[in-house]
Nanobody
Framework: QGQLVESGGGSVQTGGSLTLSCVSSGLTFSRYYMTWFRQAPGKEREAVASINPRGDVPMHGSAARFTISRDNAKNTVYLQMNNLRPEDTAVYYC????????????????????WGQGTQVTVSS
């Protein structure tokens, strides 16, 4: 079973930016769909953005301020977050699915096989 390790979280003020990274090991990374989720206290886990194995087709959720990308040579997926707001405060998780999760609903957490431990993002007003 592979592993995913997120980094790049932290505390920023409203309007700030962060770039999250997720490095994989033990996976054939270039075969996996990668998706970022987030979970705020007391709320359900929410899909933020997803990207196909080749990295040429991204999908974004309601937060158009976020951009997903990947570098298969580095086994890494990124989430660029701009103009952050307090409601973006959450633990951000990356996840991986070898079988195409998009046909079953890319936002369904049950479609993903491997999860990272999460990184905290806190946005203050």
């Amino acid at each position: 079973q592979g592993q995913l390790v997120e980094s790049g979280g932290g505390s920023v003020q409203t309007g700030g930016s962060l770039t999250l990274s997720c490095v994989s090991s033990g996976l054939t990374f270039s075969r996996y769909y990668m998706t970022w989720f987030r979970q705020a206290p007391g709320k359900e886990r929410e899909a933020v953005a997803s990207i196909n194995p080749r990295g040429d087709v991204p999908m974004h959720g309601s937060a158009a301020r976020f951009t997903i990308s990947r570098d298969n040579a580095k086994n890494t997926v990124y989430l660029q977050m701009n103009n952050l707001r307090p409601e973006d405060t959450a633990v951000y998780y990356c996840s991986a699915a070898e079988t195409n999760p998009w046909v079953r609903g890319w936002g369904r957490a049950s479609n993903y096989d491997v999860w990272g431990q999460g990184t905290q993002v806190t946005v203050s007003s």
